[in-house]
């Protein structure tokens, strides 16, 4: 069983920076891919951007492309996502992820486990 803890959420104005962590225990965080991602009010979970096992392959959703970046510290069992030029649309509730694989995923689907979530909110 692992467990996932987020932080670093919070209320920023456009243009503005945040840097999201995660914090995994109870599962050797090194050997598994991690992700990040959001789901706005009333729409589905969308993944924005993931990294494999030792950080050496990443993904990003087109939307973040150039303004996010993931990376992880494996000594650490810590991953994070720095967001950069924010905008409203990236207001969401930020899940970290992993599953039980090493490589870098582009669906949400393949993680079975999540964090509890922190709120991100881009004021205009």
């Known amino acids: 069983q692992v467990q996932l803890v987020e932080s670093g959420g919070g209320l920023v104005q456009a243009g503005g920076s945040l840097r999201l962590s995660c914090a995994a225990s109870?599962?050797?965080?090194?050997?598994?891919?991690m992700g990040w991602v959001r789901q706005a009010p009333g729409k589905e979970r969308e993944l924005r951007a993931g990294?494999?096992?030792?950080?050496?392959?990443?993904y990003y959703a087109e939307v973040v492309k150039g303004r996010f970046t993931i990376s992880r510290d494996n000594a650490q069992n810590t991953v994070y996502l720095q967001m950069n030029s924010l905008k409203p649309e990236d207001t969401a509730v930020y899940f970290c992820?992993?599953?039980?694989?090493?490589?870098?995923?582009?669906?949400?689907?393949?993680?079975?486990?999540w964090g509890q979530g922190t709120q991100v909110t881009v004021s205009s």
């Open positions: 992820a992993t599953g039980h694989f090493t490589y870098v995923t582009t669906t949400k689907d393949d993680y079975d486990s």
């Open positions: 109870g599962r050797t965080f090194s050997n598994n891919a």
């Open positions: 990294i494999n096992w030792n950080g050496g392959r990443v």
